[in-house]
């Protein structure tokens, strides 16, 4: 059952055009149907709202956490917004940290900005399309002395990689880990099936196809 945030987010992704149907060409060759364009929360509305949608799919999270980590550079203000918004709408006041790209030599110096990478650690970010952005938030974690506790994503395309899993359920698999999502491609389904607007309904078949061929 799709939640009331997962519903609100949907709307504000497809009204505002950062979830588009059409035929778009992925990186992996694959033609995707939809695309989904986080870069366009651009605007402090839309900044903000996506931080509502991380805070209250974290809110859900039964993972326990010291601290949300936010990797450089897209996970920034996604943990710095997500935090203000945990502890304004849900009285959760979490430390936030980020990490830089470049070593600094001078004032306090080090790679951690905000709060001490410490304890269990909850990742920020926007898509994951590969273990590459994961394996190197994890080594920036442990090589603090911390541990990852889990992961929240805007969204997971539940779609194969080269094997039989996607690239979050390797990552989950990998590090014993659950990794949260605003919204997946079975709500977006959902969210069709449920249309009452024709011109969205149409888009149905062919996400459905493209689950057929490409989903976990």
Excluded: W
Aim: net charge negative; glycine share 8%; proline share 3%.
């Amino acid at each position: 059952e799709m939640k009331n945030y997962q519903k609100a987010f949907l709307h504000f992704v497809i009204e505002n055009s950062i979830l588009c149907f059409g035929e778009f060409t992925l990186k992996s060759g694959r033609v995707s149907p939809y695309f989904f364009n986080a870069g366009l929360f651009n605007t402090g509305s839309k900044l903000g709202f996506l931080a509502q949608s991380y805070a209250a799919a974290i809110a859900d999270l039964t993972t326990d956490y010291d601290v949300l980590f936010g990797p450089a550079y897209k996970g920034i203000p996604l943990a710095a917004t997500t935090a203000l918004s945990l502890a304004t709408r849900h009285e959760i006041d979490k430390p936030y940290c980020f990490n830089r790209k470049e070593a600094k030599d001078h004032g306090e110096g080090g790679f951690i900005v905000g709060a001490p990478l410490t304890g269990r650690v909850l990742v920020i970010d926007d898509v994951i399309t590969a273990g590459t952005a994961v394996r190197e938030a994890v080594e920036i974690i442990q090589s603090a002395g911390a541990q990852l506790a889990g992961i929240a994503v805007a969204m997971d395309r539940q779609e194969r990689g080269l094997g039989d899993t996607s690239a979050i359920q390797e990552i989950e698999q990998t590090y014993g880990i659950e990794v949260a999502h605003i919204i997946s491609l079975q709500n977006i389904i959902d969210f069709l099936q449920d249309a009452e607007d024709e011109a969205l309904a149409a888009h149905l078949p062919a996400v459905e196809r493209y689950r057929s061929e490409y989903g976990v």
